[in-house]
Structures are given as C-alpha cells and as structure tokens.
C-alpha cells in the first residue's frame, strides 16, 4: 500500500518478550531493530488520552494511530486466599484449579500464568472449561490427564 508505518514497541521487562529467554529476547530485538522499529524496555506506560502514550521514566510523549496492548502483570486482589509472587492474582495448577481452593478455576489476567494474551488465556478457558464438565460428570476422561495447550 506503500504507507510509511512507525512501529515502537514498550515493554515493561528490560528486553522485548523477555519472558521466553534470552535468545528468542535478542532474536525479536533484532529483527524489531532491522524493520527500522524502535524498542523501548523497562518502560511504563500510560495512555493519558487518544492516541497518546507517556512513557516512564523519562516522561517519553509518542503519538499514535494506534495503540495494542498486552498485559504482563495484573494487580493482586486484596484478600485474595492465595496471592501469588509477582503481583499475579490467583496462583492456578494445569487444570486452571485455583491451588488452596475446592471447585475455584481462573485463567486470563485473573490467573498466575506468565503469558498474558487473549487467545492463550481462551485456550486455557477450554481446559477448565473441561475440568468444570468432568466434576459435573458430563465430560469423559479424567481431569488429571488434561493439560492447557
């Protein structure tokens, strides 16, 4: 379509996409870098209004067409039975059970899982969707042999 396009990604972690490791860090650094986009770690960010971006620190000011988002880390609820490490709301086992807690299930921003993306957090959905089934003896098969995707 021959647009000039401007991408920066922030990210909150000191590398992009730090969570998978160093190397697949660098290899995403890398290419962001040789498709002339601009990186921006240990930054946080707000959206004071339409198309505006202030980074932190450094109060950074971009201007946006638009503006994707991917939550990393969601805040802890307050009196939450099992608060997990890192500000993640209810720690979860494989299952999508809430750990400490009978017939509890949690997955998505509510849920300790290091990724934060729609589309995983729809297939985790699935399997405590499953599990749910399994205690209301409508589902075949045992729970404990079912994994998320």
Not at 11 to 17: E, R, S
Not at 38 to 63: I, K, M, W
């Amino acid at each position: 379509m021959s647009i000039d396009v401007s991408i920066t990604v922030a990210t909150l972690a000191d590398t992009p996409v730090a969570i998978f490791g160093e190397a697949v860090s660098a290899g995403v650094r890398q290419l962001l870098n040789h498709e002339g986009s601009l990186t921006v770690a240990s930054a946080n960010c707000e959206a004071p209004g339409p198309g505006r971006v202030l980074l932190n620190p450094g109060s950074r000011h971009l201007h946006a067409d638009q503006i994707v988002t991917w939550p990393f880390v969601s805040p802890s609820a307050q009196g939450d039975p099992g608060a997990a490490p890192r500000g993640f709301i209810i720690p979860v086992d494989v299952h999508c059970k809430v750990r400490g807690l009978e017939r509890v299930y949690a997955t998505g921003d509510a849920s300790d899982s290091p990724i934060k993306h729609g589309e995983t957090a729809v297939q985790r959905a699935d399997v405590g969707a499953q599990a749910i089934a399994a205690l209301a003896a409508v589902a075949d098969g045992d729970p404990q042999t079912w994994s998320h995707r």
